[in-house]
Nanobody, 118 residues
Framework: VQLQASGGGLVKPGDSLRLSCTAS????????MGWYRQAPGGERELVAS???????????NYADSVKGRFTISRDNSKNTVYLQMNNLEPEDTAAYFC?????????WGQGTLVTVSS
């Protein structure tokens, strides 16, 4: 399973970005997918996750720090999970990683860098 993340960039505080994570398999075969981030010198932390199975899909979970600003969504037809990030803050600066969970297996995509700076 391969996960291809994209959409990072350099933005100003208050701007928006949308990250995309496209899987090499049907995402509804996954249990869930999510976005994690790791700031320089920090640990990798959960940003948001969403269940992706057809029967239970669509349940989202967010870190407190991004609630109300970030939205995770999925498009089964494109095998893609999105992270819409609004009202970005300098504290959101980090490498963002896509993660897939399928049974006992965890899959990671490469990081995409988000830098929020004036």
């Amino acid at each position: 399973v391969q996960l291809q993340a994209s959409g990072g960039g350099l933005v100003k505080p208050g701007d928006s970005l949308r990250l995309s994570c496209t899987a090499s398999i049907r995402i509804f075969s996954m249990d869930d997918m999510g976005w994690y981030r790791q700031a320089p010198g920090g640990e990798r932390e959960l940003v948001a996750s969403i269940t992706t199975k057809i029967t239970t899909g669509g349940n989202a979970n967010y870190a407190d720090s991004v609630k109300g600003r970030f939205t995770i969504s999925r498009d089964n037809s494109k095998n893609t999970v999105y992270l819409q990030m609004n009202n970005l803050e300098p504290e959101d600066t980090a490498a963002y990683f896509c993660r897939g969970h399928k049974g006992p297996r965890i899959y990671w995509g490469q990081g995409t860098l988000v830098t929020v700076s004036s």
